[in-house]
Nanobody, 116 residues
Framework: QVQLVESGGGLVELGGSLRLSCVLSGGTFSSYFMSWFRQALGKERELVAGISSTGAGVNYADSVKGRFTISRDNAKNTVYLQMNSLKPEDTAVYYC?????????WGQGTQVTVSS
């Protein structure tokens, strides 16, 4: 059974940086398309960024383009989200999501809070 475990969330000031990590176990990480989603209080979950299984293809929500970078290390079964120039509106629970045909899994989420 595939499991995803996020880490790296926390409290940061306006303009600060955080790096989130998500480790996949129980599956072949290199075959999974990986994404980061976030859900702010009272709002729907939204896609932040995605990365193909090889890392060759990435996509971002308009709201984070130029500030966030998604990457992966298939040797470490880990996907990252580097978040720079953080804003209060980036405050949310961030979730890791892994998908391949026949299998999908969510992490438990990690809280990111940006103070102004």
């Amino acid at each position: 059974q595939v499991q995803l475990v996020e880490s790296g969330g926390g409290l940061v000031e306006l303009g600060g940086s955080l790096r989130l990590s998500c480790v996949l176990s129980g599956g072949t990480f290199s075959s999974y398309f990986m994404s980061w989603f976030r859900q702010a209080l009272g709002k729907e979950r939204e896609l932040v960024a995605g990365i193909s299984s090889t890392g060759a293809g990435v996509n971002y929500a308009d709201s984070v383009k130029g500030r966030f970078t998604i990457s992966r290390d298939n040797a470490k079964n880990t996907v990252y989200l580097q978040m720079n120039s953080l804003k209060p509106e980036d405050t949310a629970v961030y979730y890791c999501y892994g998908f391949r045909p026949g299998s999908k899994s969510w992490g438990q989420g990690t809280q990111v809070t940006v103070s102004s």
